[in-house]
């Protein structure tokens, strides 16, 4: 069976989980991160994403994401047919990587950001990094310069963050600074492990 070592990490949109990644990496875990390989994965699709949406949508062999995720994210019956090109193919890699980390039978982070939403992995431990949902919209204004109905509607795509907080066994708050983020993550590391030795 696949994923048997694996912590699942998931949040929502500006809850702050690349920063949580990044430091989970510092503190030595390996990492399969979901991004990337969608990323990876939504550029070898491109000529089936060309046919599906349209030639606007790829640019020189690549697919336009910021375009893509402006028609997506506002039309659901869009974005389930991307996500029924995508999803199979994102999980059949991050098993594979999954496959590989468990032989060393140490826990390690697989980045779902969908890790709820599409219920494709059979991961028991998950971590949820949260951000109540007033402080998500008012970071995806201002990292991504949309206005407020544009956030609104990018964090509503996604399972609502404090039923996500709900079903986690481990929940890294980030609703203050870096420094309470890293005690967090740090709390957290020591009990993953503690789990496991």
């Known amino acids: 069976m696949s994923f048997n070592y694996a912590f699942a990490l998931t949040g929502g949109i500006a809850t702050g989980k690349s920063t949580v990644l990044k430091q989970l990496k510092l503190s030595g ?12 994965v939504i550029d070898e699709q491109s000529s089936k994403i060309e046919e ?16 893509l995720g402006s028609i997506i994210f506002v039309d659901k019956v869009k974005r389930k047919q991307l996500e029924k090109l995508l999803h199979p193919l994102i999980y059949r890699k991050i098993k594979e990587k999954a496959d590989k980390l468990d032989r060393r039978a140490e826990p390690y982070i697989v980045d779902i950001p969908l890790f709820y939403e599409n219920g494709n992995y059979a991961i028991a431990n998950v971590i949820v990094v949260y951000t109540p949902k007033e ?6 204004m201002e990292r991504d310069n949309f206005t407020r109905e544009e956030a609104i509607l990018r964090i509503e795509a996604q399972l609502d963050i404090e039923q996500k907080r709900e079903n986690a066994l481990y929940v890294i708050d980030n609703s203050s600074n870096l420094k309470q983020l890293e005690a967090e993550v740090n709390r957290v590391k020591e009990e993953i492990l503690g789990d496991n030795i």
């Open 52 to 67: 599906i949406f349209g030639k606007e949508f790829v640019k020189d062999g690549k697919v336009d994401r910021k375009a």
């Open 29 to 40: 875990f390996r990492v399969i991160d979901a991004d990337q390989i969608s990323h990876e």
């Open 135 to 140: 402080k998500q919209i008012q970071r995806v």
